[in-house]
């Protein structure tokens, strides 16, 4: 089955350390991206990528830091600089960059959480 | 940047009941999108809508997008208990791609047994 595979689905922080949330799909999209999302609030842009080994800061990328060596696969770190990161995490593609009428596709999600 | 104001932002309403919900925005946009978010879970997508006007249906769910482009609706006939998520909507402002896209704040359905 094509999709987008987030893992884990919970994740645990200590202060001071960076976390890698893991972001793969085969739907042979070229453009990956990482939202964040807080309780009662919407959805809101930390990193895009459109193609291999290119990526643009989104409206909330501080503290916050991607890669994107293959097509398949677009990994977020939450550094310790990212002083408030519990939220849920989600990965989300689409099939062109900066296409108009564009869709995203989203995973199902990594919860993060401070201990 | 793009400001959208989706409401209401939760409803509480009776089985079988017609649930209607709307995002309005402070300018124009070329593409609304219809999301779902269950517990938990991702976000799917429900109804893209692309034209002024356009009336687009999938199953009891009917969308619109607004004559004047800045505003969208979502309407749900006779309501069950899957219905019962988050529902958001995306505006999308042209040339802007999917990077250039903006949600509303969710509207929370819940269905009284």
């Known amino acids: 089955d094509g999709g987008i595979t987030q893992s884990p689905k919970y994740l645990f922080r200590k202060e001071g350390q960076n976390v890698t949330l893991s972001c793969e799909q085969n739907?042979?999209?070229?453009?990956m991206y990482w939202y964040r999302q807080d309780p009662g609030q919407g959805l809101r842009l930390i990193y895009y990528s459109q193609i291999v080994n290119d990526f643009q800061k989104g409206d909330i990328a501080e503290g916050y830091s991607v890669s994107r060596e293959k097509k398949e696969s677009f990994p977020l770190t939450v550094t310790s600089a990212q002083k408030n990161p519990t939220a849920f995490y989600l990965c989300?593609?689409?099939?062109?960059?900066?296409?108009?009428?564009?869709?995203?596709?989203f995973g199902s999600g990594t919860q993060l959480s401070v201990l | 940047g793009q400001q959208l104001n989706q409401s209401p932002q939760s409803m509480f309403i009776q089985e079988g009941e017609d649930v209607s919900m709307n995002c309005t925005s402070s300018?124009?946009?070329?593409?609304w999108l219809w999301y779902k978010q269950d517990p938990g879970e991702g976000p799917v997508l429900l109804i893209a809508?692309?034209?002024?006007?356009e009336l687009t249906s999938n199953g009891r769910l009917t969308a619109q997008f607004g004559i004047t482009r800045k505003d969208s609706f979502l309407n749900i006939s006779a309501s069950i208990p899957s219905d019962v998520g988050i529902y958001f909507c995306?505006?999308?402002?042209?040339?802007?791609?999917?990077?250039?896209?903006?949600f509303g704040k969710g509207t929370h359905l819940i269905i009284q047994p």
């Open positions: 300018s124009i946009f070329n593409t």
């Open positions: 995306a505006g999308q402002y042209s040339g802007g791609g999917a990077d250039g896209l903006t």
């Open positions: 989300a593609s689409s099939i062109k960059r900066r296409l108009t009428n564009e869709k995203l596709f």
């Open positions: 809508l692309y034209k002024a006007g």
């Open positions: 739907l042979n999209h070229d453009a």
